[in-house]
């Protein structure tokens, strides 16, 4: 059994001397709830109401078209990929947002295959998540069913790829259980064998460091409303390398990819740059509450996020495994070694859902993963220790006294 646990008090204490405790007043949260889902919707920056406004009273409502102009809106694609590009290790240049993280997979993943055209497979993880899955089934679909999905366990992806690999399509963190897969050595053993790299950084942009340059990947995605805090769905980003930049081809082939919009000209020519990941007009709406939303983020240091996010990962194991322990019927799903986590931690309990509709009525707010997965996201900016203390007190409770066994917290609701 783990060794025994900080009391409450030294949980107050460590917030006290958390340097990044300041943060958490640019969220406007509830006073009465525990938020640890940030890693499926980023809580509220505080400046996004008043953004918003600005924006639609202001811009929309007084410079009506001109604002496309006036106000910068035809930038905002491109200014705000690099504000991105600043935390997952891109250039200026490198990253755009657009569309949502579906749809950019789907573009990356075609102008992967355009690049690599004599090979046939998509390399990918068993158990990734499900729209990456299904987007790469319906590419195949759409180019004639001339290439193959091939899945693997996580372990296994660095010796499955082979000379028939065009791309590797793989979510650096595991949104079940939290494993972190090591984004510089997938890529390298990739290209020792010639094959391209796709990631998704959903449950990685914003909460941990991640280094695209340094690992010389080649594409990647990611989510605007997880932990960049961009709200409800925000747009996503897409990443392209630049030395792929000149040869990468969007399949969506858009008029605000064209190289001169407003030339209006019947023929497609691509962009320059970056810009040719584009496809329509972008929503100005959303692309300001999630410019509000990144500078949460570029307001922090990230080396910082990461340190308070292993921490509070860890505190909450120790926790639930010391209080609960064997009898409690929860077991660790996620990787015990921080290193080996992204910013989440997640138990199995054969009750799952009903435990956490039951959390959900104390306040603490998580979420669950079919089939049994209670997941629970640590996102450093707006956590503070006490709250993951609370939060493994409350579950340990839940579940010892079984006030999970309700009809009230059977019923599944569409969104879980
Ligand atoms: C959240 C998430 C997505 C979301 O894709 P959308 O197109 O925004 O719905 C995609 N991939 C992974 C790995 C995710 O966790």
Same mark, same amino acid.
């Given at each position: 059994?783990?060794? @025994? ?57 007084? &410079?009506?078209?001109? %604002?496309?102009?006036? /106000? ?56 990734? !998540? ?11 679909? @759409? ?16 010796? #499955? ?29 990739? /290209? ?25 990947? &080649? ?12 709200? $409800? ?28 919009? !407003? ?10 740059? +970056?810009?040719?990941?584009? *496809?329509? *007009? $972008?929503? +100005? ?9 990144? &500078? *949460? ?11 308070? %996010? ?17 009898? %409690? ?37 998580? &979420?669950?993963? #079919? ?24 579950? +340990? ?16 609701? $569409?969104?879980?």
């Amino acid at each position: 059994m783990a060794a @025994a646990v900080p009391s409450r008090e030294e949980c107050l204490e460590l917030d006290r001397v958390d340097p990044l405790a300041g943060q958490r007043e640019a969220f406007a949260l509830p006073t009465d709830v525990i938020y640890l889902d940030g890693n499926s919707l980023g809580a509220l920056p505080k400046t996004v109401p008043e953004r918003l406004t600005t924006v639609a009273a202001g811009e929309w409502g007084q &410079d009506l078209i001109g %604002s496309w102009n006036r /106000h910068g809106w035809i930038d905002l694609p491109l200014k705000l990929g690099d504000k991105i590009a600043r935390l997952i290790g891109a250039q200026p240049g490198e990253v755009a947002v657009t569309e949502s993280t579906s749809i950019n997979l789907f573009k990356a993943l075609y102008a992967a295959l355009e690049i690599n055209p004599e090979r046939k497979v998509i390399l990918s993880e068993v158990g990734n !998540f499900p729209t990456d899955l299904y987007i790469v089934q319906g590419l195949i679909r @759409a180019l004639g069913h001339r290439h193959e999905l091939r899945t693997v366990p996580a372990a296994d992806i660095a010796a #499955a790829v082979d000379r028939d690999t065009a791309a590797v399509l793989l979510t650096q963190v595991n949104y079940r259980s939290g494993a972190l897969h090591d984004l510089a050595a997938v890529t390298r053993a990739a /290209h020792e064998a010639g094959a391209l790299m796709v990631w998704d950084l959903a449950h990685s942009a914003g909460a941990l460091p991640v280094d695209l340059n340094g690992a010389e990947a &080649d594409f990647a995605v990611g989510c605007g409303y997880k932990y960049l805090n961009g709200g $409800p769905g925000a747009p996503a980003f897409i990443f392209v390398a630049r030395r792929h930049q000149a040869r990468f081809s969007n399949p969506l082939s858009g008029w605000l990819g064209h190289a001169a919009p !407003f030339a209006f000209e019947p023929e497609y020519r691509p962009a320059a740059g +970056i810009a040719r990941a584009l *496809t329509g *007009t $972008p929503p +100005i709406l959303a692309l300001a509450a999630l410019e509000a939303g990144l &500078d *949460t983020v570029l307001a922090a240091d990230m080396t910082l996020i990461r340190a308070k %996010s292993m921490a509070l990962g860890d505190l909450f194991i120790r926790m639930v495994e010391w209080a609960g322990g064997e009898r %409690s019927g929860l077991t660790l799903a996620s990787p015990r070694d921080a290193r080996q986590r992204g910013s989440q931690v997640s138990f199995r309990h054969h009750d799952g859902y009903p435990v956490m509709q039951a959390l959900i009525a104390r306040g603490v707010v998580g &979420d669950f993963r #079919a089939p049994d997965i209670l997941r629970f996201g640590f996102a450093p900016l707006y956590v503070r220790y006490v709250d993951a203390w609370d939060a493994a007190a409350a579950l +340990i409770d839940v579940v010892a006294t079984r006030a999970w066994d309700r009809p009230e917290f059977k019923h599944r609701a $569409p969104v879980t």
